[in-house]
T-cell receptor
Framework: EAGVTQFPSHSVIEKGQTVTLRCDPI?????LYWYRRVMGKEIKFLLH????????ESGMPNNRFLAERTGGTYSTLKVQPAELEDSGVYFC????????????FGEGSWLTVV | AQSVTQLGSHVSVSEGALVLLRCNYS??????LFWYVQYPNQGLQLLLK??????LVKGINGFEAEFKKSETSFHLTKPSAHMSDAAEYFC??????????FGAGTRLTVKP
């Protein structure tokens, strides 16, 4: 069974440009999460989808970040316009329904804004 | 709200020595606790999880963790370190909204 997959694995863009990160969760996982780790700091929660609905987006840093999950399958995270401080690794994760379910992470999308 | 605190941002051990990575949690409800590992330039891999069954949880690669309610701890151990264990380790707790809250991470260095 395929794990959580993320694309692109690495991206280098200029300040002011737009980047869209994609995440394909494990098949059948209704819960999808986005996290990010900036410059070796803590892994921070960004938002949580349950199917296509945003359950919690309290971690989104500002309105330059837009996450969608059309049809409750894959999700995209768009950063527009990108700023230098957005550099870091963006992790996507998914889990089955239920509090006891473990959360499985993808390999991450490594974003560098120059 | 649930949270975890990892004591020590860097731990260095010799190959073959005991590995002990500390994690303390804060939770108003019975916690579900996890350890993840991130190898260089890789994603987060689940090492083990505690979900209120056995207090001693065995994970992959010879790691285990013991849940101690009296000490609000969930320390990660391995009897004998291997060079391949060098990585960053994250303790995490499941939040009330079903998301994961992470500690700051502990970078493990293994000396030959």
């Amino acid at each position: 069974e395929a794990g959580v997959t993320q694309f692109p694995s690495h991206s280098v863009i200029e300040k002011g440009q737009t980047v869209t990160l994609r995440c394909d969760p494990i098949s059948g996982h209704d819960n999808l999460y986005w996290y990010r780790r900036v410059m070796g700091k803590e892994i921070k929660f960004l938002l949580h989808f349950v199917k296509e609905s945003k359950q919690d987006e309290s971690g989104m840093p500002n309105n330059r970040f837009l996450a969608e999950r059309t049809g409750g399958t894959y999700s995209t995270l768009k950063v527009q316009p990108a700023e230098l401080e957005d550099s870091g690794v963006y992790f996507c994760a998914s889990s089955q329904e239920g509090f006891r379910a473990a959360i499985y992470f993808g390999e991450g999308s490594w974003l560098t804004v120059v | 709200a649930q949270s975890v605190t990892q004591l020590g941002s860097h731990v260095s051990v010799s190959e073959g020595a005991l590995v002990l990575l500390r994690c303390n949690y804060s939770s108003s409800v019975p916690p579900y606790l996890f350890w993840y590992v991130q190898y260089p330039n890789q994603g987060l891999q689940l090492l083990l999880k505690y979900t209120s069954a056995a207090t001693l949880v065995k994970g992959i690669n010879g790691f285990e963790a013991e849940f101690k309610k009296s000490e609000t701890s969930f320390h990660l151990t391995k009897p004998s370190a291997h060079m391949s264990d060098a990585a960053e380790y994250f303790c995490a707790v499941k939040g009330q909204n079903n998301d994961m809250r992470f500690g700051a991470g502990t970078r493990l260095t293994v000396k030959p």
